[in-house]
Each structure stands twice: as structure tokens, then as C-alpha cells.
């Protein structure tokens, strides 16, 4: 079999793709393209370049190229609202100027996406049609890339020197062989939303799935191109009607269009296929005329609004729609990504080459993926969400029917258009990069870092670490910028060229790249670059700033912290927080407007009040969803993935099933949580048997929608791969072990979403097999002996405790606990457990099966029954009577009585029986007794996992089983007399 061998191999030949390989030719790294398809896209799904994207492309010698094959340069671009592009209404319409007259300087002109004095590059209006062989033409010129399009991976592997491929070609003939190896030392995914590569390496993707439905066609018609031009039409349309909504985009002068049609997201596939082959009829539909027309493509596809959970996996990185999705938000999903690559190339490059860091390409998940985010909520804003979308695609047909509603509407739509192609400049070109680890970031008095100005609506240049340097023209080139880009670049501003020799003399010995260049302080310079010396990185992000020269040993500190030769600090990550680009409406103006509307109508229409209601209360959510206000800080996600259900009550091997595409909820006070194990716990067994269903039922409801599929599982240990905006303790990236609330779904699952007060940090010295051995029995315990039986360190020591069942989970570590603690312990287990026992520390092991142990045990302060029934009258004997004697029992017979009289009788029965026993116990015997329920404690947990690292506790575990195994694990435990926990893996 042929093979190829290179530095990097890029999956996927999109956009992301050819610009990566670009970026990579550009710093002298040999690349790879390896693309399914045969040829560049034919379907026009993006078409918008910004101005960030323009700069990249500056850089690499290719703006003008791009500039040449976008919208041409004398076209005015118009945004309109219409019930059809021909035969409609007009609802709204704005005038933009051409891309020429920005070039040219004409005053009062303004241009779509662009922002005046913000950037030496215009944004541009270039189909992903025309921009993807203008790049497909610069990299196959390049000597350093090879590309290979019709082949299509089929299997991955990596270890720790590289990764390989196996590509099979999808037109192989006698002289080229149909299956190739491809080798490489790193690979890069940007093979689309559907991401074969994403799937192999087990990354999941979070957020919300299947906004809405849509048909995607790029078409051709001449008679439709002149009479747009003639009515001075061109440009982007929105299209609402009872025929259906949508927007047509012009691609170019040569009479290319663009139709998305949108549909709701419960259409089916064969709806959707049904669109898609009569892609003529929508195109009618939306232009109102039947016009000569070629359909060049026509596809159907999901809108979503998702980000993956990971964007490396080993050697193997995420870009572009492998890593992120969402709705159309002015291009942000194509630009999004290559961004992402500008950001990884120069660090692969780094690494490549020896300078950069074993800890440099971790920071390209962290800098990367809090940009994804923001994108993402700044697209939910302005697109909608599911339940938004739906009310825009049934009722807005309805209401634009309406002569007067339509003008309402009209005017409300293009509002929310017009802030569209203003918004999200902090995006572009005002992020920074807050939480990077490769950033010397600035702090405030509060130690926090400190933040650029940049809003939705008002971009302020900032030079800030971790910011894009600003935008500068200098005396001597047309901006500042086009001194970035192969090395690092060393900015003097108002000093000498001899300054900073202990940073360069220390970059030297790094062997980092570099360039140095001073200027005298110019008001415009200082105007944005606020300080005396820079230090720029290869990618145009400013990594480094001071008014002062550093010392020799602050030199190290810097260039070891850039090149990521540091372990990274936690950074915590403020929660975006979108300001609106206006005073977000009143809910008074917006009531005002609606009952104007429905009075309109009512005086000068015939309409029945049931239809003035109906549209009034149409038209004030309308308003509500419409308005561009700050967009919503809290948001409900979901995630997808590989679950052990149940849908019914029963045994293990009649109700267990392996969901492969369960939903999970996402909260804002959530921590989406990677489980790599958990562990299998009697009640576990217990939920799944119907044990308590009633009880289960209701606290389930206090956070679930239905109580069916059940998850079950109460602990696990695994990676944090997102958090609510309500966290505060937690990042992406932290390993994490924990208990979850019988309120939430279980943890037998490849992902679960936990509270902060149920998780703490994994302890660093066992692996996530051994720590999910230990949050539940650790709560378990803690709710039981600390919280109910008052012991603790401080008092523990020289207390007689007797622990049935000492050899199973909890009894084990109650066991090692207490012991640690310096209590005196006691054990009952059978003959061949008690050798076991003792190493486990207990001073006497008791056989259960030799006789009572109530017959030569006596005066012990607590009791630890984690048998229950027939052990709690002999274990009461052997307390100290009057001596402050605690019983604990963990098997409360609530459950029991609920099962069998149902919540209200058994919960009233078991609230009577349970007074009693305290009662009779208190008051003639003189010793407490406690029925302990478990409660998620992660004050606790991290107590235990403290005792772990010392070595304390160390994890008893009796069998592992794969996810796939889980009836098997259900039934070792159901066995009974298991020595430790039984755990499953799901990594």
C-alpha cells in the first residue's frame, strides 16, 4: 500500500482547510490536504469574508486575489424585508455602498460589515464558491503542500510520535492505487459539521441541535440578476411569506444566486430531500415570478448552535465546523474558523521547529474555544432559538398577509438587519484572549485581568495582552500590521533600539524568531499602543506589554510563559456578557405597539376579535424575539452521546439498552462533565427495579421533564469540558470527581451535568477508575458518621465504632476513614473477608456466619449498619446505654414503605415509625438513632480526596466493565458479597 508522509496533515479541502494549509506553506511547514470530494464546493454556504479574515489574507499575499473574485467592486450591496423578491411587498429596505467607494474614501458611505478606521481590510462579500479556488490555486503552487481530493479517510491511529491514515480514493484506476497510508506528526480536522474525524476520536459537540431545518440552493438565472439589477435590488433578501421563508443572496455579476429556504426543526428527512429535489419550486416561491433559472446544487442541512467539547484530542486538533456551529450571524461560522487555524499554525510551527513549549498547543483549545462560545451566543441572539424560529416560520406568514402588520414587522425586521451587519465587532476584531495561558495578562486591583473596551456596537482599539494589536498606519507602510506574521516582532515605541537586550538575549537562547522595530511616539501610535515596549506574537496577538525594561529574570519568565514552557495557571473565564447595540425596548412600548396594532386593525378591518387577540398577542412577541438586545446570558444546552437507559422498571438484562444519541440538559449553574468512570451502587440496582419509584418520581421533577429514559449511576470521575455561566469554581479541562442529586439524571453515561456542590478535584494520585470508586460511599459515609454521628478528626480519636459489612464499599472506606481519624474499629464480614479487613485497618474482624456478634460486643460509642434489618436490634445491644450511643443505619426503610403504600401513606408511615425509634430509643436508653440518607457533599469530597493523596484511603475496587458491559456489571453486583466497588468505563 502507497503512503505519504508529511509534517501536518489537514482533513478537509473547505475554506478552513486550503487556509491552513496556506498558513502552514507560509511558515515553511510541509502539509497534506486530503478532501472527499473530487473538486471545491459547488453550494455557496458561506459568502461573507471579514475583515479579520482579510487581514490573514493580507498577510499571506492573497487579498487581492480574494478582493478580485468577490462581489465587484463598483456593485452597490442592498438588505431588504419582502413577501417576495419580484412579486412581493416591500417591507424594508437599506442601501449599502459598494466595496469601490469605501476603497476610494467617498465620505458618507457606508459598507456591509464594516467599520470605519478599524482595519487597513474591508470586509467582503465572496462566496465560498469563488474563495475556495482562489485558494486551491495558491497552496497547489506551493512546493511545501500536497494535495489529494476524492480521497476519504476510513481509520485513524496516533501515538505519542505521529498520527496515520488510511484514505481510500474514490476514482482509483490500474495506475493509482485505491488505498493509501498517509503519516503524519500532527493532523488537523476541518472535515465539516459532521466530522468523521470528531466521531473517531470520541470528541462530542454540546449546545443546542436542529435550531431549524433548512434547503440550501446556488442557482443561475440572467433574467432574475437584470431585473434585480434594474430595480436596484442586489444584494441580500429576506423572504416571509405563507409559500415559505428564507433569504437569497447575489453571489457575483455573473447572475449566481444563493436560496437558503427555512424550515422548522421537526421536518422530517423526507420533507427535506422533497425541498431539495424540487429546488425549482422554491426558487419560484421565493422570487414570485417563474423565471428561466439553472439549478446548479441544492442540499439539505441542519442549523445548529453547538461547540465541541474538546478541540484536541493527543496530536489530532479540531478547526473550523469540526469544532463549532451555529445559525448564519454574518458569516461568523466560516471566519470563526479560520481564525482558529491563524491561532494553531503558528504553534504547530513553533513546536515543529523546537522553540515552542509542551504546554504551547494546549492554549489553542483555551483561547479558541471561549472565542467559539461568544460567537455562538451572539448567533442565538440574533437568530433565535428553537422555540423563536418556530413562531417566525408559522405565524410571521400570517401576519404579513395584513397590510398593517406587515409594515409593523417590516420595520421591527429591518431593525434586527440593520444591527445585524453592525453587530459583533467585539468578535472580529475586539476579542482578547482572557484565560490563554501563553498571555503575560495585566491584572487590576481586585487581581482579575483587565478587560479591552470593546462592546457589541463600539470597537475601541486596545493593545492589551492577549488583544489584536490595533490598526495603525505608520509613516513607512500602509499599517503596523503588516509587521506581523512569520516571527515574533519586538515594538519600541519612544525608546532605542538597544533597549530590552535582557528579553532578546533570553529569546535568543530560546530560539525564538524575532524582529525588532522602533518608532518615536507618533499620536496616532501612542494613541492605541499605550505603553513603551511590545511583544507581538506571529499570529498579530499582542502577548506582552510595560512601560519598563525587564530584568533578566522577568526576560525568562516572559519568553518561557509565550512559548508555553509552563504549566498553565487557572485563569477563571468571565461569562460573555453581550452588550446590546441599543436601550433594550420596554415591555410597556412593546404592549403599547401591539394593542395599536390590534386597534388598527379592529377599527379599519372586519377581522373577528379572536384574530385582533391572536395578532396583537403575535405581534408583542414578535417584538420581544425581534429586538437585538443583550443577547441571553443564560442559556439551556444539551449534549449528545452514549447513554445506559431505562424506559421501564425490571431486571437488567430485560430493561438495560445502550442509547447511542441521548440528550442530556445543560444549565447555567451546570458543569457538563467527560465521564471517564463510574461505579455501580445498591441503589443503582434499586432505581432500575422500580424500588422507590414513587419517591424517585417526584424529587425528579424538581429538574426533569419526564422521569423516563432514566439514567442511573450516583458518581463518577471525568474531565470538565464546559460550565454554566452561574460557575465559578470549575473550567474546561479540570478533573473532576462526584456524587449527583437523585434530582438528576445518573452518571452511567458518556457525559453528565453535575452542581458545583456536587464535584471536587480528582485526587492527583489514582486514576479516574479508582476515584470513581469513591464519591458515593464517601458522602455515603460522611452524611452518616460526620454529620448525624458527630465524629470528625478532632474528636474520632479513641472512639470505640463498630462497621458492619466492612470488606463492601462504603463499609471499606468507612473503615479507612475512621481508622485515619485514630478511632478504635470493628468490623463484622465473612471468613474469607476478614484477612482483607485487616489490611484495610481494622483492628477486629468479626464472622458474621461463626455466631451473634451481639454476644461479645459491648459498650461502643456508634454503630455503622450498612446491613440494616435484621442487624439493627443486635447492633443497638452493643452501644453504651446513656454514654451517647449513635446508631446510623444507611438502610432507611423509607423507600420500602413508599414502594408499597405510595409517597403520602408510606412517607406518613415511615415519618411515625422513624419518631418512634428516636423516641423510645432517647428516652430509655439514652443513645441516638439515625436512618442516613446520602446527601452530595463536596466539602466532603474534597476532605476525602486530601485523605487520598496522603495516602489515607486508597480505592477498593472488585471488577472494571466497559460501558457496553453494563448489564454484566449489574449483575456482579446484584450477586451480592462483592470485595470493593464494581466500576464502569466509558473512555
Known sequence: MASEETDVLIVGGGPVGLTMAAELSYRGIKSIVVEKKTSTSVLAKAAYVSSRTMEHYRRLGLQQKVMDAAYPRDMSFNASVRTSVLGGSMMWRKKFASWGEIVDGIPGKTFLFHHPGASVAIPMVCPQTALEPVLKEHIEACSNVKTFWGWEVMSLAQDENGVTIRAVCSASSENDPSEKVFKAKYLVACDGGSSPIRKQLGIHTYGEFVIVRACSITFKSTELYTRMKERDQLGFCVVVSK????????????????????????????????????????????????????????????????????????????????????????????????SDVADLAWKLEAVLKGFGGPYLLNSYQVERMRMADIARRFALSIGGTEGMEEFRLKILPFLVSNPL???????????????????????????????????????????????????????????LPGCRAPHVALPDCATILDLFGKQFVLLTIGGEESNLDDLKAEMRTRGLPYETYTYPKLPELVACYDRKYFLVRPDGVVAWRSDCQPSSLEAKKIVSTVVGDTPPKRIPATSPHPVSHQQPPTLLRDAVTSAGTAFLLFKYSELPIKSLVCIGLGVFWLLRGLHIQRAPQFQQQYSRHRAAICNTFGGSDKVLQIDPRFVGEFHPEDVLVRVHAASINPIDLGMRRGYGADFFRRISRMTRKKFFPLIVGRD???????????????????????????????????????????????????DHREAASLPWVAVTTWTALVQLGGLNRGNARGKRVLVHAGTGGVGSFAIQLLKAWGAEVTTTCSTSNISLAHRLGADNAIDYTTGSFATTLKGYDVVFDTVGYVYERPSLS????????????????????ITRFGTFCGGLLFSWFYRFKVAMNRLFYGRAFYYSIAEPNAEALEEVRGMVERGEIRPLIAAVYALDEIVSAHKHVESGHTRGKVIVTMV
Open 243 to 338: 409559500k415559505g421563508s428564507g433569504f437569497l443572496i447575489t453571489l457575483n455579476a455573473n447572475a449566481d444566486f444563493a436560496l437558503h429556504v427555512v424550515l422548522p426543526p421537526n421536518t422530517s428527512d423526507e420533507v427535506l430531500q422533497e425541498y431539495v429535489r424540487n429546488a425549482s419550486r422554491c426558487i419560484v416561491n421565493a422570487v414570485g415570478v417563474n423565471l428561466p433559472h439553472t439549478v446548479v446544487a441544492a442540499s439539505g442541512y441542519n442549523m445548529h448552535a453547538l461547540v465541541s467539547t474538546k478541540y484536541q484530542e493527543g496530536r489530532c486538533f479540531l478547526a473550523g465546523d469540526s469544532a463549532h456551529q451555529w445559525l448564519p450571524a454574518g458569516g461568523l461560522g466560516m471566519n470563526t474558523g479560520l
Open 405 to 463: 402588520t406587515r409594515f409593523v414587522l417590516g420595520r421591527v425586521m429591518g431593525r434586527s438587519l440593520n444591527a445585524q451587519v453592525t453587530l459583533g465587532i467585539d468578535i472580529v476584531l475586539g476579542f482578547q484572549y482572557i484565560n490563554s495561558p501563553v498571555i503575560k495578562h495585566e491584572y487590576d486591583s481586585f487581581g482579575k485581568v483587565k478587560l479591552n473596551a470593546s462592546t457589541r456596537t463600539r470597537f475601541v482599539p486596545s493593545s
Open 716 to 766: 463518577c470521575s471525568g474531565e470538565v469540558v464546559a460550565v454554566g455561566d452561574n460557575v465559578k469554581k470549575f473550567l474546561p479541562g479540570d478533573l473532576v470527581y462526584g456524587a449527583v442529586s437523585f434530582a438528576r439524571q445518573g452518571t452511567h453515561a458518556e457525559y453528565v451535568t453535575m452542581r458545583e456542590s456536587e464535584l471536587a478535584f480528582k485526587p492527583c494520585n489514582v
Open 878 to 897: 452493643v452501644l453504651k446505654c446513656f454514654g451517647n450511643g449513635v446508631y446510623v443505619s444507611i438502610r432507611s426503610p423509607k423507600l420500602y414503605l
